[in-house]
T-cell receptor, first 112, second 112 residues
């Protein structure tokens, strides 16, 4: 069974640009959550989607957004990038109503 | 909101020794406590978890204990091996995969 797949693995963007990251969950998993990992702040929850609806949101500015498609694949978007957005962005998938979350390898975003 | 503290931040043990990592949480509503292992360049890997109705859980060389009264839980690794070297994160949630609150991580180094 394939794991969580995130694309791309690495991205370099310039301040002010926007970026879209993609996540394909484990087959059968309909819940997708996103986390930001930085050396200073650690792992922080961004948002969760299932049934194409955002179910929960962390404490991040509105520049961070996401969506989920009918096949459970999810994308997150960051607009007007800032240097501080440089981080490893992780996607986790789970069965709905089950707490076990399985992470992908992440997308390393560098903002210059 | 939930706050999870994790200690120590670094831990060095000799191969074959045991390693113990401790976490405390603040929200008495939390009832799911997973542990993740993150190797360099990879996403966090779920290695063991425990729910609040259980005091201890074991899986081969890994065990987790939970003290709900004191709001702390611990990871125990016995007979450590070099491949156990990684960063370990504890987390807490109210039983859904979304909004895991993570500890700050423990870098475990197993030396020969």
């Amino acid at each position: 069974k394939a794991g969580v797949t995130q694309t791309p693995r690495y991205l370099i963007k310039t301040r002010g640009q926007q970026v879209t990251l993609s996540c394909s969950p484990i087959s059968g998993h309909r819940s997708v959550s996103w986390y930001q990992q930085t050396p200073g702040q650690g792992l922080q929850f961004l948002f969760e989607y299932f049934s194409e609806t955002q179910r929960n949101k962390g404490n991040f500015p509105g520049r961070f957004s996401g969506r989920q498609f009918s096949n459970s694949r999810s994308e997150m978007n960051v607009s007007t990038l800032e240097l501080g957005d440089s981080a490893l962005y992780l996607c986790a998938s789970s069965l709905v109503g089950v707490p076990e979350a399985f992470f992908g390898q992440g997308t390393r975003l560098t903002v210059v | 909101g939930e706050n999870v503290e994790q200690h120590p931040s670094t831990l060095s043990v000799q191969e074959g020794d045991s390693a113990v990592i401790k976490c405390t949480y603040s929200d008495s509503a939390s009832n799911y406590f997973p542990w993740y292992k993150q190797e360099l360049g990879k996403g966090p890997q779920l290695i063991i978890d425990i729910r609040s109705n259980v005091g201890e859980k074991k899986d081969q060389r890994i065990a987790v204990t939970l003290n709900k009264t004191a709001k702390h839980f611990s990871l125990h690794i016995t007979e450590t091996q070099p491949e156990d070297s990684a960063v370990y994160f504890c987390a807490a949630s109210t039983g859904t995969a979304s909004k895991l609150t993570f500890g700050t991580g423990t870098r475990l180094q197993v030396t020969l």
